[in-house]
């Protein structure tokens, strides 16, 4: 197993059996952007939901380009606090996290989906400007 697959997985069983739970009691907003996210629907980004990682267990994932989604319902100072050290976390092994509140996903679904995929294109954006990308692109051009 390489340590990119290493962060996807945990070894605490307690953890991954929470993870499954979540993903059978999604709040009403977690629910409706996983109808958008799943299966490839978001032009073609593969997420994975209610995903163990470290201690924490993120609500959506997209590996490449490594991207987190979370649903926030009403927070109180305690939530903010631990939400602040898990996106710290997060950001340390190289995620982009997003945090979007409920209301925003149920009431304004769109603008949600417009704001993920702005962030998945600007990841590809980036990296045309990596030599290797630009003569992988080459390639396909000439082969295609």
Same mark, same amino acid.
């Given at each position: 197993?390489? *340590?990119?697959?290493?962060?996807?997985? @945990?070894?605490? *069983?307690? #953890?991954?059996?929470? /993870?499954?739970?979540?993903?059978?009691?999604?709040?009403?907003?977690?629910?409706?952007?996983?109808?958008?996210?799943? /299966?490839?629907? #978001?032009?073609?980004?593969?997420?994975?939901?209610? =995903? *163990?990682?470290?201690?924490?267990?993120?609500?959506?994932?997209?590996? @490449? *380009?490594?991207?987190?989604?979370?649903?926030?319902?009403?927070?109180? /100072?305690? =939530? +903010?606090?631990?939400?602040? +050290?898990?996106? +710290?976390?997060?950001?340390? #092994?190289?995620?982009?996290?997003?945090?979007?509140?409920?209301?925003?996903?149920? =009431?304004?679904?769109? $603008?949600?989906? /417009?704001?993920?995929?702005?962030?998945?294109?600007?990841?590809?954006?980036?990296?045309?400007? $990596?030599?290797?990308?630009?003569?992988?692109?080459?390639?396909?051009?000439?082969?295609?």
């Amino acid at each position: 197993m390489n *340590p990119h697959e290493k962060l996807l997985t @945990t070894d605490n *069983p307690i #953890l991954r059996q929470r /993870a499954k739970a979540m993903r059978q009691e999604m709040s009403g907003a977690e629910a409706k952007l996983w109808q958008h996210l799943r /299966a490839g629907r #978001l032009n073609g980004y593969k997420f994975r939901r209610q =995903q *163990p990682m470290g201690n924490y267990i993120v609500d959506f994932m997209c590996v @490449t *380009p490594k991207l987190i989604v979370e649903a926030d319902g009403g927070q109180h /100072a305690e =939530q +903010a606090v631990y939400d602040h +050290a898990r996106t +710290a976390y997060l950001n340390s #092994l190289g995620f982009t996290v997003l945090r979007f509140w409920n209301h925003e996903i149920l =009431q304004q679904t769109i $603008d949600v989906l /417009a704001e993920i995929l702005l962030v998945l294109q600007a990841h590809w954006k980036s990296k045309l400007h $990596d030599s290797r990308w630009l003569i992988l692109i080459g390639l396909l051009k000439i082969i295609g």
